[in-house]
C-alpha cells in the first residue's frame, strides 16, 4: 500500500472513532442535562423489549422524554447527538418533517388544545449507559421520524430501522407553501425508472398498483419474502449505477463512516443479489399513487407515495442483519451483563 493509500486508510479510521467518541461524549453530555425526573423517564436498560418498539405514527404513549419537555439547551444538546450519527441535510430534514405537523393541524382544522399534532411529541431513549466500554443504544422517534442506534463501546454497530416521512409531501398552500421535504428521494427514485430501457422496465414494474403502504410497516422483523422486480445483474452497467447511486442516497442519511460499512456489506453479500422493483403510476402527479423497492441480503428501502390523494411519502430502510442491533449484540450484552453480576 503507498503512503497516500495509508493516509486515507488513516483519516478514514481517525474520523471513524472520532465520531464514535463523539457519539459516548454527546449523549453523556445530554444526560447530564436531565433533571432526575427526566432522567428517569428517558433511560431504560439495554435488554428490554421496550428497545424493539418501532413505530411512525402520532402516539401519545411513546417512552422516553418528548422535545416538548426539553429546555433550549437540552434540546440542542439533542440535536447535537443526531448530528454525530446523521447527516446535517438528513438532520435538517428531521426538523422539517416535524414542523409538518403544524401544516397537518391547520389543514385537518383541529383546535389549539388538540395535541394530537404536535411538532413537540418526539421522544428520545436512551437504552444501556453510554461508555467507552459499554453496550448501549438510543432512540429518537415521533410522527414520520424513527431512527434506533445501537453501539459497541465507542462504535456504532447499527443505525435501523430508520423512518422518514412526509405529509403533506407537497404543502399545497399556507407559508410552507410548495415545501418538499423529500423531494430527492422521489425524484431519484423516478429518474432511476426512467432511465430504463423498455425491456428493463418491464422487468422492475411489479404491479400496476401501489400498496397503500410499505410492506415491512413497523414490524419487529422486516420481511419481504421473494425479491421482485429487476435484480442488478440484468442492468445495463450504467444502470446499475444509478441504482447504487439510488442506495447511496438513503445510505448517507448518515454519516460517511457508517454508510461506508453498510455499503461493504451490501458488497459483500453481492451487488447481483439486488433488486429494484416499481409499482403503481410512473408519472410523477397528485393522485397517482406509486412505490419502489430496494432489496438485497442484508437490506430492504423502501418509498411508498398512495395515502392523502398520492401526498404522502413514507420511506424505511431496515438492515435485516443488524436491525436494533442484531441478535450477536444483544447476545454479548447478556455475556458481559451476566459476567459483571458474578463478580
Known amino acids: 500500500m503507498n503512503r497516500c493509500c495509508l493516509l486515507i486508510a488513516f483519516c ?28 428517569t423517564k428517558a433511560f431504560y436498560p439495554f435488554d428490554t423489549t421496550e428497545r424493539y418498539r418501532f413505530n411512525y405514527v402520532p402516539l401519545d404513549d411513546r417512552k422516553g422524554i418528548s422535545y416538548n419537555e426539553l429546555s433550549l439547551p437540552q434540546r440542542k444538546a439533542l440535536m447535537v447527538l443526531l448530528e454525530t450519527c446523521l447527516t446535517e441535510q438528513t438532520v435538517k430534514k428531521i426538523n422539517a418533517i416535524m414542523l409538518l405537523d403544524n401544516v397537518l393541524k391547520e389543514i385537518e382544522h383541529r383546535k389549539p388544545e388538540d ?3 404536535d411538532t413537540g411529541k418526539y421522544f428520545m431513549t436512551i437504552f444501556g449507559i453510554p461508555g467507552d466500554s459499554t453496550i448501549w443504544g438510543w432512540r429518537f422517534e415521533g410522527h414520520h421520524v424513527a431512527f434506533h442506534f445501537s453501539a459497541n463501546k465507542k462504535e456504532l454497530v447499527a443505525g435501523t430501522p430508520s423512518f422518514l416521512g412526509s405529509n403533506p409531501a407537497i404543502v399545497q398552500e399556507g407559508i410552507y407553501k410548495n ?14 425508472l426512467h432511465a430504463l430501457t423498455p425491456g428493463e422496465m418491464k422487468l422492475a414494474i ?10 415491512t410497516l413497523a414490524n419487529r422483523q422486516a420481511l419481504i419474502e421473494h425479491p421482485a422486480g429487476i435484480p442488478y445483474y440484468q442492468l445495463s452497467p ?19 463512516p457508517f454508510a461506508a460499512i453498510m455499503l461493504k456489506e451490501i458488497q459483500a453479500a453481492g451487488l447481483d443479489k439486488l433488486w429494484f422493483s416499481w409499482a403503481g403510476y410512473t408519472t410523477h402527479a397528485l393522485g397517482k399513487p406509486y412505490y419502489y423497492r430496494i432489496q438485497g441480503p442484508t437490506i430492504i428501502i423502501e418509498y411508498d407515495n ?5 401526498n ?31 463478580n
Do not use: C, W
Open 12 to 39: 478514514f479510521l481517525f474520523i471513524t472513532s472520532v465520531k464514535s467518541q463523539d457519539m459516548v461524549t454527546k449523549a453523556t453530555t445530554f444526560l447530564s442535562l436531565l433533571d432526575s425526573a427526566q432522567h
Open 115 to 117: 395535541h394530537y399534532r
Open 179 to 192: 415545501k418538499e421535504v423529500l423531494k430527492e428521494e422521489t425524484d431519484e427514485g423516478f429518474a432511476m
Open 206 to 215: 411489479i404491479d400496476s398498483l401501489a400498496p397503500k403502504e410499505i410492506i
Open 238 to 256: 450504467a444502470h446499475q449505477q444509478q441504482l447504487l447511486q439510488l442506495i447511496g442516497l438513503y445510505l448517507h442519511r448518515y454519516t460517511k
Open 306 to 310: 398512495s395515502q392523502n390523494n398520492a
Open 312 to 342: 404522502h411519502i413514507h420511506t424505511v430502510i431496515r438492515d435485516l442483519k443488524n436491525d436494533f442491533g442484531g441478535d450477536l449484540l444483544l447476545q454479548h450484552y447478556r455475556e458481559e451483563h451476566g459476567k459483571a453480576i458474578k
